[in-house]
């Protein structure tokens, strides 16, 4: 069974950049026909897809975050990484890591979430 | 705002039926039948219920179905049970590599 758990600062001061790892147990994320995503959750509000990184390493985010979005991956670890730099109250949220199907464009295993609190 | 406009909540007794309606646009539920269904559980992962607009994934009881007419998506609970109580979100993917989600709908069961 697939496991993904994200790991990182709980807490990230004003302008500086919040760093999260999803770590991926029961399945290699080098597999093809998959992507690894990340998605977050603001308080009181719905979901938002931040981007994936496709298994061959390419990335695509999310229009309105892209300028400020890295996602990484280290295969030796079998995990990927979320960076999103210049942070704001408003990125204040519950941050998910997903594995996306690439034939069928659903997020089939998610891990638990951790909340990412921006604030002076 | 979320980008799909779900009912914030719904509710029925046990062994009725519920729908969730899930309207975006013809840029996302209307133009691509990459509509998908997660119930989440606070505290747990969300889990797949529905892809493809009306398929489900294996595991699933066939008390979830779901369905599609123009730019609005619906996810239908049956033989509500008390484990159904649970947020509901829908998604759709909206091309050029870009998924949108709906805010959510709580579902009680009474």
């Known amino acids: 069974q697939l496991q993904l758990q994200e790991s990182g600062s709980g807490l990230v001061k004003p302008s500086q950049t919040l760093s999260l790892t999803c770590a991926v147990s029961?399945?290699?994320?080098?597999?093809?026909?998959?992507?690894w995503s990340w998605i977050r959750q603001p308080p009181g509000k719905g979901l938002e897809w931040i981007g994936y990184?496709?298994?061959?390493?390419?990335?695509y985010y999310n229009p309105s975050l892209k300028r400020r979005v890295t996602i990484s991956v280290d295969r030796s670890k079998n995990q990927f990484s979320l960076k999103l730099s210049s942070v704001t109250a408003a990125d204040t949220a519950l941050y998910y890591c997903a594995r996306e199907r690439d034939y069928d464009l659903v997020f089939d295993y998610w891990g638990q979430g951790t909340l990412v609190t921006v604030s002076s | 705002q979320s980008a799909l406009t779900q009912p914030p909540s719904a509710s029925g007794s046990p062994g009725q039926s519920v729908t969730i309606s899930c309207t975006g646009t013809?840029?996302?539920?209307?133009?691509?039948?990459?509509v998908s269904w997660y119930q989440h559980h606070p505290g747990k992962a969300p889990k797949l219920m529905i892809s493809e607009v009306s398929k489900r994934p294996s595991g699933v009881p066939d008390r979830f179905s779901g369905s599609k007419s123009g730019n609005t998506a619906s996810l239908t609970v049956s033989g509500l049970q008390a484990e159904d109580e649970a947020d509901y979100y829908c998604?759709?993917?909206?091309?050029?590599?870009?998924?949108?989600f709906g805010g959510g709908t709580k579902l009680t069961v009474l």
């Open positions: 029961g399945g290699s994320i080098s597999s093809g026909g998959y992507s």
């Open positions: 990184i496709y298994h061959s390493g390419s990335t």
């Open positions: 013809i840029s996302d539920v209307g133009g691509y039948n990459f």
């Open positions: 998604s759709s993917y909206a091309g050029s590599t870009n998924w949108v």
